[in-house]
């Protein structure tokens, strides 16, 4: 199955710092990212979906300034969590648009963000 | 907006025990994932159905399109089974996740 990675997989920073999280696809060219969060007990939840050379959308409620995507190449995405605050801390994860003709989703192991 | 129900939130059983969790969802799909998030974090698609069964090793899914239900059986679990269960179904506004099964297995 295709690889996905991020990096890293764990960070803990001082609030208002800014954090930026790298989400690669190893093995296949993705067009679109989709980045979700997921806080302690709950479902992942869609936070923006970024294309490749274009803007991201972002979903309703998620500050687009706040939450900074580039998707400069097809096998990078970046998420930047600019001026983090306590209640940032959560799990983030990358999934790439569907995989060729599969359809199957893929998804990166995660980064742990705690902010202090 | 789809509604993903997942039942049961919380299982316990024993090593060898036929386990099933169910998901249930409000609006038609074009697919529905089955992944499985370990303690780490790390989430793994173990299947995509559209229709019908499939079968890969112990785990066995399958979905009911009429009547909007899907089920993950595992069989002759074991402790290494433990992970969250999430059912994931994809329709036009893109994919909308369960809340997870949270899977124990005793040896």
């Known amino acids: 199955g295709a690889v996905v990675s991020q990096h890293p997989s764990w960070v803990i920073c001082k609030s208002g710092t800014s954090v930026k999280i790298e989400c690669r696809s190893l093995?296949?060219?993705?067009?679109?990212m989709f980045w979700y969060r997921q806080f302690p007990k709950q479902s992942l939840m869609l936070m923006a979906t970024?294309?490749?050379?274009?803007?991201?959308?972002?979903e309703q409620g998620v500050e687009k300034d706040k939450f900074l995507i580039n998707h400069a190449s097809l096998t990078l995405s970046t998420l930047t969590v600019t001026s983090a605050h306590p209640e940032d801390s959560s799990f983030y994860i990358c999934?790439?648009?569907?995989?060729?003709?599969?359809?199957?989703?893929?998804f990166g192991p995660g980064t742990r963000l705690l902010v202090l | 907006k789809n509604e993903v129900e997942q039942s049961p939130q919380n299982l316990t059983a024993q090593e060898g025990e036929f386990i099933t969790i169910n998901c249930s969802y409000s609006v038609g799909i074009s697919a529905l994932h089955w992944l499985q998030q370990h303690p780490g974090g790390g989430i793994v698609s173990l299947f995509m159905?559209?229709?019908g069964k499939k079968k890969h090793g112990r785990l066995i899914a399958t979905i009911n399109i009429q009547e909007k239900h899907s089920s993950l059986h595992i069989t002759a679990s074991h402790p290494r089974d433990s992970a969250v269960y999430i059912c994931?179904?994809?329709?036009?506004?893109?994919?909308?996740f369960g809340k997870g099964t949270h899977l124990i297995i005793q040896p």
């Open positions: 159905l559209s229709s």
């Open positions: 994931a179904v994809r329709g036009a506004d893109g994919l909308t």
């Open positions: 999934s790439p648009g569907s995989a060729g003709h599969t359809g199957a989703q893929y």
């Open positions: 093995d296949f060219q993705a067009t679109t």
């Open positions: 970024s294309n490749e050379g274009s803007k991201a959308t972002y």
